[in-house]
C-alpha cells in the first residue's frame, strides 16, 4: 500500500498561472483533505470531502478550487496563482471524521 | 488568541533527558485531542491519542485537562531519533470534526 500520494513534490510558478495538485489514496477511505502549512503557523483545512461526491469550503478557501474525482482521488487547483499561496501542501485521508487522518509526503509550491 | 498554542521551542536536550510539551486550546467545546509528530521536511503522523484519564505509550506520557484547557506531553528517555517538531491537534466537534492544529513545538536531541 502506498498509502496517501501527491505530486508534485515541488513546483513554481509565476504569479497569474494555474495548476492542479493531484492525491491519490489506496485505503479506501472515505475523507479526504487539504490543508497548507506556513512556517509559524498551524497546518490550516483549505477544502476538505467528506465523502465521495461532496466537498466544502475549510478555514482558508479563497483561491482555491478542489475535485473528488472518485473515492480515491482528490485534486486541489489554482486557477491564478498569488506569492501568498506559496507554501506547502498536504492532503491527508481518514476513514470518517472520528478517525487517524493519514498524510501525504506533501507538495512544495513557489509563486513568484 | 490563536485556538491552539504551543511554545515553539526549540527545546534542546540531551540524550537520556525528560522533556515536557504543553498546549492550551481556546475551545472549551472541543472533543479529541491528539499529539502529531513531524520530521523535517516530511508529513505530520500521528504519534498519539490523549484521552481525558490520561494515556502512556512506551516513553510517551500525554495528559488533559479540561478545566484548564491544557494538554502535555511528556518524553522520557529522550532518544536522538525524538528530534523532530510535536503537534498539538484538537477536535472540534460541529457539523463536522475539523482538526485544530497547533503551530509545533520543535525538540533538538543532542549526543
Known amino acids: 500500500n502506498a498509502g496517501v500520494t501527491q505530486t508534485p513534490k515541488f513546483q513554481v510558478l509565476k504569479t497569474g498561472q494555474s495548476m492542479t495538485l493531484q492525491c491519490a489514496q489506496d485505503?479506501?477511505?472515505?475523507?479526504m483533505y487539504w490543508y497548507r502549512q506556513d512556517p509559524g503557523m498551524g497546518l490550516r483545512l483549505i477544502y476538505y470531502?467528506?465523502?465521495?461526491?461532496?466537498?466544502d469550503k475549510g478555514e482558508v478557501p479563497n483561491g482555491y478550487n478542489v475535485s473528488r474525482l472518485n473515492k480515491r482521488e482528490f485534486s486541489l487547483r489554482l486557477e491564478s496563482a498569488a506569492p501568498s499561496q506559496t507554501s506547502v501542501y498536504f492532503c491527508a485521508s481518514s476513514q470518517s471524521s472520528y478517525n487517524e487522518q493519514f498524510f501525504g509526503p506533501g507538495t512544495r509550491l513557489t509563486v513568484l | 488568541r490563536k485556538e491552539v498554542e504551543q511554545d515553539p521551542g526549540p527545546f534542546n536536550v540531551p540524550e537520556g533527558a525528560t522533556v515536557a510539551f504543553n498546549c492550551t486550546y481556546s475551545?472549551?467545546?472541543?472533543?479529541?485531542f491528539f499529539w502529531y509528530r513531524q520530521d523535517c521536511r516530511k508529513e505530520p503522523k500521528l504519534l498519539m491519542s490523549?484521552?481525558?484519564s490520561g494515556n502512556e505509550d512506551g516513553r510517551f506520557t500525554a495528559q488533559l485537562n479540561r478545566a484548564s484547557q491544557y494538554i502535555s506531553l511528556l518524553i522520557r528517555d529522550s532518544k536522538l531519533s525524538d528530534s523532530a517538531t510535536y503537534l498539538c491537534?484538537?477536535?472540534?466537534?460541529?457539523?463536522?470534526?475539523?482538526?485544530?492544529f497547533g503551530a509545533g513545538t520543535r525538540l533538538a536531541v543532542h549526543p
Open positions: 470531502s467528506a465523502s465521495e461526491g461532496t466537498t
Open positions: 491537534v484538537v477536535m472540534e466537534a460541529g457539523g463536522y470534526n475539523k482538526l485544530i
Open positions: 490523549v484521552y481525558s
Open positions: 475551545n472549551s467545546a472541543s472533543q479529541s
Open positions: 485505503m479506501n477511505h472515505n475523507s
